[in-house]
């Protein structure tokens, strides 16, 4: 039987959001230390684009927090306050995660994302490339890299990633179509 988190959890994911926002509400106000239940709320209204919502939840998510270690809304809230356009904010928060989470190339990419519309191409470029040596599937970071490599300049070696992001997303492709690894 699933627990009642995951089961609100199932839910976000089939994007029954009102059905999982009322079990994340019931689920915080039986345990309103677990920094957790907050967070899957915020990716609720993260989801639903319901973003000052959203912040408020990965906010209190982060306050809950620093009792437990729990540092996972920082990625989050700071795509949020990128998007918004708050970028020494969301600096700030990349920074955290990435003290948290060093491994982790999702986060190297976003602030290597965050950085290039920050116009700090050289950070960017390294933060990219890091992703990239972190998970060198990561095809994504790829055309990330290359359009970061082109808004610096660097036209040659942009090119290069270009070509391999291409080649990269085509095998991907080729391997989702029907019939393939029968």
């Not at 709320?41 to 998510?61: F, H, M, N, S, T």
């Not at 009792?67 to 990349?94: D, N, Q, V, W, Y």
């Not at 965050?114 to 998970?135: G, Q, V």
């Not at 970071?141 to 942009?158: I, P, Y």
């Amino acid at each position: 039987m699933l627990s009642r988190a995951n089961l609100a959890l199932a839910n976000l994911q089939a994007r029954n959001f009102v059905v999982a926002e009322k079990m994340f509400l019931e689920i915080i106000a039986q345990q309103p230390e677990n920094p957790l239940h907050q967070h899957n709320l915020g990716r609720l209204y993260d989801q639903r684009r319901e973003w000052p919502k959203a912040i408020v939840c990965y906010q209190k998510a982060l306050e809950l927090g620093e009792k437990t270690g729990f540092a996972g809304s920082h990625l989050p809230l700071a795509r949020i306050l990128s998007r918004r356009g708050e970028m020494k904010a969301a600096g700030e928060h990349f920074d955290a995660f990435l003290k948290a989470h060093p491994n982790s190339w999702e986060g190297r990419h976003e602030r290597g994302l965050h950085r290039t519309r920050n116009k700090e191409y050289a950070a960017a470029i390294a933060d990219l490339r890091s992703s990239l040596e972190l998970d060198p599937g990561a095809h994504i970071a790829m055309k990330s890299l290359a359009d970061a490599l082109r808004a610096h300049g660097e036209l040659e070696e942009a090119e290069t990633w270009a070509k391999r992001y291409q080649a990269a997303d085509r095998e991907a492709t080729r391997d989702r179509l029907p019939g393939k690894g029968e």
